[in-house]
């Protein structure tokens, strides 16, 4: 049951350039987006998220686009930096916000 | 900055034999979680605990599985007959309220053996 798809296993990116992380869903109840970032031997760290009723959410390098009639969001990173090297996580949320649904990550590298 | 502490990080098990995992979560968090990752695999919703008790589960979460929060600091989960395929890392997870502020424990490697 694949709600919440990342087609990328992973993406390669070189420090100070965009990383662009992709997210597609299938479940249309989906209101709430949020991105994690996850280093090996630790727990998912939250980055950023974004309500159904907007269409960016910005903080700071990073960036989250919602396109809602496409089902697709995307995590911009900029400009990339070797610590942002990690697996991204999209999830989402139904109205009252009390099951995440994962997608299967995205690696992302950030070479110098 | 406040954690969710999970212990211990590593537990080897032999098939059959109960586990329980803990976790202390955040210490004014309302809301508590139990998510698991098999190794290549997404991060799974197994249960949602509120108000002292169960207030979703997956399909994941079945007899074998439980829940509780026996003091008001801890909150545990327990496989009763463990079988290779519980073999995961089991995240626990907490949050204050109605926002979407959850915040994850380092996580539990579970081996059964």
């Known amino acids: 049951d694949q709600q919440v798809k990342q087609n990328s296993p992973s993406l390669s990116v070189q420090e100070g350039r965009i990383s662009i992380l992709n997210c597609d869903y299938t479940n249309s109840m989906f209101d709430y987006f949020l991105w994690y970032k996850k280093y090996p031997a630790e727990g998912p760290t939250f980055l950023i998220s974004i309500s159904s009723i907007k269409d960016k959410n910005e903080d700071g390098r990073f960036t989250v686009f919602l396109n809602k009639s496409a089902k697709h969001l995307s995590l911009h990173i900029v400009p990339s930096q070797p610590g942002d090297s990690a697996v991204y996580f999209c999830?989402?949320?139904?109205?009252?916000?009390?099951?995440?649904?994962f997608g299967t990550g995205t690696q992302l590298k950030v070479e110098l | 900055e406040p954690e969710v502490t999970q212990t211990p990080s590593h537990q080897v098990t032999q098939m059959g034999q109960e586990v329980i995992l803990r976790c202390v979560p955040i210490?004014?968090?309302?809301?508590f979680y139990w998510y698991r990752q098999i190794l290549g695999q997404k991060v799974e919703f197994l249960v949602s605990?509120?108000?002292?008790?169960?207030?979703?589960k997956s399909e994941i979460f079945d007899d074998q599985f439980s829940v509780e929060r026996p003091d008001g600091s801890n909150f545990t989960l327990k496989i009763r007959s463990t079988k290779l395929e519980d073999s995961a890392m089991y995240f626990c997870a907490s949050k204050q309220g109605g926002d979407y502020g959850y915040t994850f424990g380092s996580g539990t490697r579970l081996t059964v053996v």
């Open positions: 999830a989402a949320l139904t109205g009252g916000g009390n099951k995440l649904t």
């Open positions: 210490s004014n968090h309302l809301y």
């Open positions: 605990f509120y108000n002292n008790e169960i207030s979703e």
